[in-house]
Every structure is written in structure tokens, then in C-alpha cells.
């Protein structure tokens, strides 16, 4: 079983800036794509930023220049460095991960329990 903990939300003047951190644990072979998706109150949840494992990354027009999504390998962990906030960035953030277990053929989409990000204006 794998499991995503989230950690890093909070709240935050505009203007400021959060790093939220995704640690993958539990009986793990590979990791592949890790991101980050966020969902805001009467929205659909939306991708933010994924990183694949050999580093390539992909991000949502609203956040380019402003986000950074990294990841550390040997550790199973994703982070997403935001800058700039802005009031629209208000969401609960979620982890997500493509990940294959000793026991497992494929891969599986796993999800984490979400971290509030409030910014006030």
C-alpha cells in the first residue's frame, strides 16, 4: 500500500509564497510522473504542475514563471515552490503519483488527502 502526506499549506498574504512537500511511502518500486492538482470551491479540479521522472515538467498557464515543481528521487518526494500568489490561487492543493509497488505489474494513480492554500488579498 502507498500512501502521499502532504505538508505546507496554509495561508498567506498576496505576494507571498509557500512550498508545499508530497512524500511517497509504503512498498515502493518506481515512481513515475508526480504533480500537483488543485481544486478551488465550486471548481473543477485542475492540474497545476507535474514533473516525470527524468525531470521533464509541464505547468498550467495561470502559474508559469510563478511555480516551481522539483523532485527528489531518492526520497519519493515532490515539491511545488509557489511565488507570487495571488487571492485566485486559493485551493486545496493535492499530491499525485504514478507509482508501481513490489507487487504490482502497473502502475497506479495514488492521491493524497489535500493541503489548504489560502491567500488573502
Known amino acids: 500500500q502507498v500512501q502521499l502526506v502532504e505538508s505546507g499549506g496554509g495561508l498567506v498574504q498576496a505576494g507571498g509564497s509557500l512550498r508545499l512537500s508530497c512524500a511517497a511511502s509504503?512498498?515502493?518500486?518506481?515512481?513515475?510522473?508526480m504533480g500537483w492538482y488543485r481544486q478551488a470551491p465550486g471548481k473543477q479540479r485542475e492540474l497545476v504542475a507535474d514533473?516525470?521522472?527524468?525531470?521533464?515538467?509541464n505547468y498550467a498557464d495561470s502559474v508559469k514563471g510563478r511555480f516551481t515543481i522539483s523532485r527528489d528521487n531518492a526520497r519519493n518526494t515532490v515539491y511545488l515552490q509557489m511565488n507570487s500568489l495571488k487571492p485566485e490561487d486559493t485551493a486545496v492543493y493535492y499530491c499525485?503519483?504514478?507509482?508501481?509497488?513490489?507487487?504490482?505489474?502497473?502502475?497506479?494513480?495514488?492521491w493524497g488527502q489535500g493541503t489548504l492554500v489560502t491567500v488573502s488579498s
Open positions: 514533473i516525470s521522472g527524468g525531470g521533464g515538467t
Open positions: 509504503g512498498s515502493i518500486f518506481s515512481v513515475n510522473v
Open positions: 499525485n503519483a504514478d507509482v508501481r509497488t513490489f507487487v504490482s505489474i502497473r502502475y497506479l494513480e495514488v
